[in-house]
């Protein structure tokens, strides 16, 4: 099984950024998703989860608004809409995908997960 997570970069304050994370070797159909973040001497930490059967999503108190996760069963891609960026949102973010099709913001409930992509807002 593979994540490949893409779609980080370098962003001013108030603007955009559109993660994406594509599965391999693995139907994505029954399983929840989520993206996680983990700022340097910080722990990780969830930002969003999609459930698989309804796409019902949960975000984090600190995106919501701003972010919204979602995914293409077709394509077997997890998707992440950041919009209205802060410096505070710089981290490196990783995408996941669940051990059941409950969407959780907890790491541990996760059983594969992506190498990473870094955000880095900053004017």
């Known amino acids: 099984v593979q994540l490949q997570a893409s779609g980080g970069g370098s962003v001013q304050p108030g603007g955009s950024l559109r993660l994406s994370c594509v599965a391999s070797?693995?139907?994505?159909?029954?399983?929840?998703l989520g993206w996680f973040r983990q700022a340097p001497g910080k722990e990780r930490e969830g930002v969003a989860s999609i459930r698989s059967s309804n796409g019902v999503a949960m975000y984090a108190d600190s995106v919501k608004g701003r972010f919204t996760i979602s995914r293409d069963n077709v394509k077997n891609t997890v998707y992440l809409q950041m919009n209205s960026l802060k410096p505070e949102d710089t981290a490196v973010y990783y995408c996941?995908?669940?051990?059941?099709?409950?969407?959780?913001?907890?790491?541990?409930?996760?059983?594969?997960w992506g190498q990473g992509t870094q955000v880095t807002v900053s004017s």
């Open positions: 996941a995908v669940g051990l059941s099709s409950y969407a959780s913001s907890s790491p541990a409930n996760y059983r594969y």
């Open positions: 070797g693995f139907n994505l159909d029954f399983s929840s």
